[in-house]
């Protein structure tokens, strides 16, 4: 009797046992996956890109070789102009930050441009091409380089075809590469896929976005605080802090006013869409590079990045800056000169 008691009190025990133990592996599991790191071991701090507005260049990019062999080398070719003598690296020249560091640029026949030439570095990634975004791509870009009267004074397509044929060289170039050999629009995508290949990656503030602290000086660091609390980054942001939009210049304060002198091509946008919201709107340009890229905005106006840097705070912004804010700001953009071909610009 005894014996069949214990029994029965057994029976009960076991499923109060099952369940305990049950609870307890839950429970323990639980407990394991709360002390996880929240970052996978394997993309652990070298190559985890925090969440920042500004995001990193990529490292490789997979493009045609063989075309952006032809592209460097149209693009280095002054027989694409009308009198042989302006290629577009005369005022794109790579060796200076893709620039000409003029305050306009000269074109054929000592031709002055109108406004300052941007870098070509990194102009793949823009999201329209020149400062009033008239270029939809990089090829329409090259188009209105080519056939522009005071850049390569062109007059028309046919013209540098035909011109091209005639260059034994060239025309057995394009054969191995484009079926229909010698056109406007391979000429064009030669010279654009070269464009896409002069990305700019792996500067120190990239290699600081992908999780290398000390790329940066501390000094630098502040230096992209101020760059985020001010609201630069409002307007210069995304991969190249610029080239993804359309802002007015002097959206705080009459710049054109007090700068005097007022050019057509001032009135920016809307000289393109006639829309009266337009005036004075260009492209937020890019801050990659940005020191080796002197004479600044698109009037080749401020001299220095300093200069340039007061007239974004007042107009801009509607404030004036501090020298050591100035000064750190300044510091932060000398991080976003990058490499090209792995040799730093
Ligand atoms: C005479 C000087 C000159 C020559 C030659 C020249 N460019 Fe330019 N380039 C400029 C200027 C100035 C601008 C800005 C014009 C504007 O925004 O209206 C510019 C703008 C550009 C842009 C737009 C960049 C951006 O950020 O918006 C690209 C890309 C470019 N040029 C590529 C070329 C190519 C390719 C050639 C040769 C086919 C060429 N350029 C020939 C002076 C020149
Ligand atoms: C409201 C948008 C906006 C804000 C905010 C702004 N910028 Fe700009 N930035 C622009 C525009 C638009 C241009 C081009 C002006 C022009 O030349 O037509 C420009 C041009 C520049 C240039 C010249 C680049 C070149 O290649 O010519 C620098 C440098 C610059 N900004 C830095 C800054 C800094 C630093 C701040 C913060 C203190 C700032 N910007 C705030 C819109 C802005």
């Given at each position: 009797m005894i014996f069949k008691n214990k029994l029965i009190k057994l029976y009960y025990l076991i499923p109060i046992l099952l369940c305990a133990g049950v609870i307890f592996i839950f429970g323990w599991q639980y407990f394991q996956q709360t002390q996880q790191p929240l970052i996978a071991p394997s993309e652990s701090k070298e190559n985890i890109v925090i969440h920042e507005p500004i995001q990193p260049i990529p490292l490789q990019l997979e493009l045609n070789e063989s075309k952006v062999k032809l592209g460097k080398k149209l693009f280095h070719e002054p027989r694409l102009s009308v009198d042989n003598k302006?290629?577009?690296?005369?005022?794109?020249?790579l060796k200076t930050g893709g620039t000409d560091r003029l305050v306009h640029s000269i074109g054929i026949q000592k031709q002055l441009g109108f406004v300052n030439s941007p870098t070509v570095f990194n102009s793949g990634f823009n999201f329209k091409q020149f400062w009033n975004g008239r270029a939809e791509t990089l090829e329409a870009q090259a188009d209105h380089s080519i056939l522009s009267g005071n850049a390569?004074?062109?007059?028309?397509?046919l013209e540098v075809v035909s011109k091209f044929k005639q260059f034994s060289e060239y025309d057995s170039w394009f054969r191995q590469l484009y079926t229909?050999?010698?056109?406007s629009d391979n000429i064009k995508d030669a010279i654009a896929t070269f464009e896409r290949s002069l990305y700019t990656p792996n500067s120190r503030f990239d290699q600081f976005l992908r999780?290398?602290?000390?790329?940066?000086t501390e000094e630098e660091k502040e230096g992209y605080g101020r760059f985020k609390s001010y609201g630069c980054v409002s307007c210069h942001q995304g991969m190249l802090l610029g080239g993804n939009m359309f802002q007015t210049f002097g959206l705080l304060g009459d710049y054109f006013g007090d700068h005097g002198?007022?050019?057509?091509?001032?009135l920016g946008r809307f000289n393109i869409t006639g829309d009266e919201h337009d005036r004075y709107v260009f492209k937020v340009p890019s801050l990659r590079n940005v020191v080796l890229t002197s004479p600044y905005f698109h009037n080749g106006s401020a001299a220095t990045l300093e200069e340039a840097i007061k007239v974004m705070a007042k107009y801009q912004l509607g404030r004036q800056l501090p020298q050591t804010d100035i000064d750190l700001i300044i510091k932060f953009l000398r991080t976003l000169t990058g490499e090209y071909q792995g040799k730093p610009l």
């Open positions: 302006i290629s577009c690296a005369s005022c794109h020249n390569m004074g062109v007059k028309s397509w229909d050999g010698v056109t999780g290398v602290q000390n790329a940066l002198r007022v050019t057509k091509y001032d």
